[in-house]
């Protein structure tokens, strides 16, 4: 009681996480793990590993936010809907398999503290899918004519 007491005192709003939120907080994960992978790819030969990861972290943003609109996102933990988003836009910019597997172990075991097993990886994977699929029925959404380094199909 004291604790609301005091926040009251200090007109201090909480609000719970958001995915965006979590976005920024994963961002130096991510960008950690596809430092360690092979930059041969055709995606990078053109781009330095920053404006790779604004390119990922721009599409993973958009698809937060289209998912605050989408009744099915609720059912989620901000930080399932932010990784998701990620990972979603590790395949949209092609990004391979394995690849985006290895992003996936690492930061869920390491960073989020899931395991790979149980509800946690049920719910990042139906996510994604969900996610995934919304990207393919509205493509035309996801041309980001505002960024002139993406390199999207």
Same mark, same amino acid.
């Given at each position: 009681?004291?604790? &609301? ?62 998912? =605050? ?5 609720? =059912? ?23 690849? =985006? ?9 390491? =960073? &989020? ?41």
């Amino acid at each position: 009681e004291m604790e &609301l007491t005091l926040l009251f005192c200090l007109e201090w709003c909480l609000n719970p996480p958001t995915p965006n939120q979590f976005l920024g907080y994963l961002r130096p994960y991510i960008a950690l793990c596809l430092g360690e992978e092979d930059q041969d790819q055709d995606y990078h030969e053109h781009n330095d590993n920053n404006s790779v990861m604004e390119d990922i972290m721009e599409i993973a943003t958009f698809l937060t936010e289209i998912s =605050v609109c989408k009744y099915e996102f609720l =059912v989620y933990k901000p930080s399932i809907v932010a990784f998701a988003s990620i990972l979603c836009a590790l395949k949209h910019l092609k990004y391979p398999r394995q690849t =985006v597997k290895r992003t996936r172990e690492h930061v869920s075991k390491t =960073v &989020l503290g899931y395991d790979n097993q149980g509800d946690a990886d049920e719910d990042l994977t139906q996510c994604s899918a969900s996610l995934w699929g919304y990207c393919m029925e509205n493509a035309s959404l996801m041309a980001f004519s505002s960024s002139s380094r993406a390199v999207i199909s």
